[in-house]
């Protein structure tokens, strides 16, 4: 009777034994799927903060380009404005360009008026000049110096008499010369304001005034 219960015993103490072995091993498989769980919650943590890090990455390039476009529309918009502007310019320089050319057409017909005007009043004085009134002054001027010489009888100093005459005829012509220039001058004064000619006179040579 002792025996079997002794050899009940055994074998129940063996069978604690195994399970007490089977759940040791249990343990141990518990142990390692523990460990692993905790790697991967490990990797899991690390993933989720590179997530987090890329996430904020992604932010700030997002920002970035919405800074990065919002400025292309300013320079954008400020080159439009630039390119108005220089429009603008070029359209007033046209507009004063244009109004200069026309100014300057006005100003050579109204001389070219001026210029006939004076042509004409020219032809008046020259025939002026050689006008009979002129003329006999001249032939008259110069018959009473002869005569002089003749009645003087100095046949001598007829030379001097003679040179004297050419002095007269010469000074009487010379004022003529300037009246006619002086009339010349008022004409123009009259018909032309421009800065660039200031008078004109006629030109003339005192030897062709000799005898």
Avoid at 18 to 31: M, P, Q, W
Avoid at 98 to 103: F, H, R, Y
Avoid at 175 to 199: C, F, P, Q, R
Wanted: hydrophobic share 35%.
């Amino acid at each position: 009777m002792m025996q079997n219960e002794n050899k009940n015993e055994e074998a129940q103490l063996l069978r604690l034994l195994r399970n007490a072995e089977e759940s040791a091993k249990e343990l141990e498989k518990l142990d390692e799927k523990l460990a692993n769980v905790v790697d991967e919650s490990g990797k899991l943590g690390n993933l989720e903060k590179n997530l987090a890090e890329n996430q904020t990455a992604v932010e700030s390039i997002d920002a970035q380009v919405r800074e990065l476009n919002t400025q292309m529309e300013l320079f954008n918009s400020k080159q439009q404005r630039k390119r108005r502007l220089e429009d603008q310019l070029r359209k007033l320089e046209l507009l004063e360009r244009v109004k200069c050319l026309e100014e300057r057409l006005k100003e050579t017909e109204w001389h070219g008026s001026a210029i006939s005007e004076l042509k004409t009043e020219l032809t008046v004085v020259k025939q002026n000049l050689e006008s009979p009134q002129y003329v006999s002054s001249k032939e008259q001027l110069k018959k009473e110096v002869v005569k002089k010489c003749v009645t003087t009888k100095a046949t001598k100093d007829l030379a001097t008499y003679i040179r004297v005459m050419d002095e007269s005829v010469v000074k009487f012509h010379t004022e003529k010369m300037e009246e006619v220039n002086e009339i010349l001058g008022a004409l123009w004064e009259h018909v032309y304001h421009g800065s660039d000619i200031e008078t004109i006179r006629i030109k003339y040579a005192l030897h062709t005034l000799l005898f």
